[in-house]
């Protein structure tokens, strides 16, 4: 990994509202702070199979995917089905990474972090960098559909 890259990571992960992320649960007992590590893991690992992709975005879109505003798990609030969880956090997690690392976003990041959540929001990725990090989330997600139950929680319903 360039020098380059290893400073947005750390720009992100020494981030105080990111760490918060470490007591948000994501899907079962890991963490949103872990889950956004692994997706961006292998992300990462995927997008430098290919030269021309733009590995920057890459890394903030997928690290910076699910920083939505609060623990959705433990937020009762009752509502409509299309404004549950899954539908919207990509939204919050965008309007999140605008305020926290505004340096850090462009086309891209943003494309990344709003279209992750394809097709349950129905729009789909516009660049082949959104579709690794959306596949790869996917993949890490996946682990939760071992167990029945968590299908539910997958959704955010």
Do not use: C
Request: aromatic share 12%.
């Amino acid at each position: 990994m360039k020098k380059e890259q290893l400073q947005i990571i750390a720009t992100i992960l020494e981030n105080e509202e990111f760490k918060k992320r470490k007591s948000f649960r994501h899907h079962g007992e890991i963490s949103v702070y872990e889950h956004s590590l692994k997706v961006a893991l292998l992300s990462y690992k995927i997008g430098s199979k290919f030269k021309y992709l733009d590995i920057n975005s890459i890394l903030v879109g997928s690290l910076l995917h699910d920083f939505y505003f609060r623990d959705w798990q433990s937020y009762k609030e009752k509502r409509p089905f299309l404004k549950k969880h899954g539908f919207v956090h990509a939204k919050e997690a965008l309007e999140n990474s605008e305020i926290y690392f505004p340096d850090l976003m462009n086309d891209k990041t943003r494309n990344i972090i709003l279209r992750h959540m394809f097709p349950l929001n129905k729009i789909p990725p516009r660049y082949i960098e959104s579709w690794i990090v959306s596949i790869a989330d996917k993949i890490v997600s996946f682990e939760t559909l071992i167990k029945p139950t968590s299908i539910i929680k997958l959704l955010g319903l």
